[in-house]
């Protein structure tokens, strides 16, 4: 068997080649043409191309890539097989569906429309399912393989208690306000003050004022949360009253870190000076959890969490190493 004849049928739906569509019976011929030949793929007039001919032209075209990709399927398929593990209908069927729901949302919601897009790209609906599934394949089996042999290390034991839990265990939750300069001088410009006044040492006086008025404020009762979406410049959480979702000591850097250890639960704190302004904050909860105690929940959620780019890396390395690839010089 010539090298190049194993990528064809990959290669073919790469290119997004699908059989050509009906005609309109008004535009067709008097007379059906006779059947394509053995070893023809298609009819010029007279002429015929071979499928020699056209493999041959597709081999020149791409190269040896989709054939290293049909190979290393096939080392997939292999590996799977020793393991135990397939990428099942259902499995395909699942990973369709996801695709074609995105795609009908590209489409405007709209199925028909769906498929007259498909039809303008040159795959047609089913020529389009088949490349997808095609691609899809592969990545179910690396999935599969990865979750049968993965093991768990201490380091990524480790990685994900600090992010779940908290660093060294210990998870808060943050609500806070931000005053800046840029904020503050916009609302001085609004009260008609000159720009020349609006100097850093004048900035910075103003923010302090406020924020000892806020803290009064909060003090004596005001809704947090309300405070916050009012004076706060810290856009990216207006819509969470202030709260910073997953806070872990990195938001800001180790200066509101530190005030927020210090804080305690349920008193409001600051004035918080970081690089990015001041910040007034409330520690609303915090929960402490030892890494034994964690351990089997964090072990558990790694078997089977999807997997990694590294992670796939890695086993195409693996395979390719344990079984080289001849290609055609």
Known sequence: MRPHTLFLPLFVLFLGICPAHAQDPAEAPASRPAPLPPGAVARIGKDLITQDEYEAYLFQLAGYGPLRDFAYKRLLEDEAKRLGVEATQADLDAEWAREELALVARSGGDPAQL??????????????KRRFLLGAAPKLLEEHIILATRTVKEPAVLEYFNRVYGEGGVKVVLRHLMLT??????????????????????????????AKALIAELAGGADFETVAKRESADLSVHQNGG???????????????????????????????????????????????????????????????????????????????????????
């Open 115 to 128: 498929t007259a897009d498909l039809d303008a790209m040159g795959y047609g609906y089913e020529g389009y």
């Open 243 to 329: 709260v910073i979702p997953n806070y872990n000591y990195k938001h800001y850097g180790n200066e509101l870190a530190d005030a927020v250890c210090a804080a305690e639960v349920g008193v409001i704190s600051g004035p918080a000076q970081t690089q990015a302004g001041v910040h007034i904050f409330i520690v609303e909860e915090r929960t402490t959890t030892t890494l034994e105690e964690a351990r089997p929940a964090i072990i558990k959620a790694l078997l089977v969490a999807d997997a990694t780019y590294p992670e796939r890396a890695a086993l195409k390395q693996r395979l390719l190493r344990e079984h080289p690839v001849q290609l055609p010089k």
């Open 181 to 210: 300069r840029s904020k503050m001088k916009a609302e001085l410009t609004t009260r008609r003050i000159p720009v020349a006044e609006l100097t850093i040492p004048r900035l910075d006086l103003e923010i302090s004022g406020r």
